[in-house]
């Protein structure tokens, strides 16, 4: 027994435990911060589509106005909260992440300016670069908080289409002709 312990004690002189015991410190902070977060964002998104109509608009036939109009409205809230759940759970991944990468980098000594640094100047050349994605994502998120437009809408899209749309994504909008076609149209091309 005493030789497994003086092995043991061998093997562990020369490893740095309190830098270790840090970066599973700093792991574990990040997995509760991120689950915590992940459950009060979804919980938000729950208290929002309980609101949500039981019934879809399509199978209120007969109803009146304002009972249908309530119904489209409860039902593009519900639309509305799980597209901005879906971004907020991944800006809080990203951002945690990161912090928690930077601090673990830290805690090991590695110089964080240069890397900063170089990580500016990249997030620069890719915005340059991804301008038209970014315009797309930025242009959904408007069009998600603003109520642009919402499933079962019948929009002209200037020209590009006229249809219903199916779909609102931060990317795209997918809208299908009154012939039957499905279009994929850019949330950067829509004005």
Excluded: C
Excluded at 108 to 122: Q, R, Y
Aim: hydrophobic letters at 50%; aromatic letters at 8%.
């Amino acid at each position: 027994m005493n030789e497994i312990v003086d092995a043991w004690n061998d093997f562990t002189k020369d490893l740095p435990l309190e830098p270790l015991l840090r970066i599973g410190l700093i792991i574990l902070v990040a997995f509760v911060v991120q689950i915590i977060g992940g459950r009060a964002i979804r919980k938000s998104v729950q208290a929002v589509t309980n609101h949500a109509p039981k019934r879809r608009p399509g199978q209120l036939r007969g109803a009146d106005d304002a009972q249908l109009a309530a119904t489209l409205m409860e039902d593009r809230q519900r639309q509305r909260a799980h597209a901005l759940g879906s971004l907020s759970r991944n800006v809080l991944v990203i951002v945690v992440w990161s912090a928690a990468v930077l601090t673990i980098l830290g805690t090991l000594g590695v110089n964080l300016a240069p890397i900063l640094a170089s990580g500016a100047v990249l997030s620069a050349v890719i915005g340059f670069g991804a301008q038209s994605y970014i315009s797309d994502y930025l242009n959904g998120i408007s069009m998600i908080f603003e109520d642009w437009m919402g499933i079962g809408d019948t929009v002209d899209m200037g020209g590009i289409v006229l249809g219903e749309v199916e779909e609102t994504a931060l990317r795209y909008t997918r809208v299908r002709d009154f012939w039957g076609v499905v279009w994929y149209i850019r949330n950067g091309q829509i004005q």
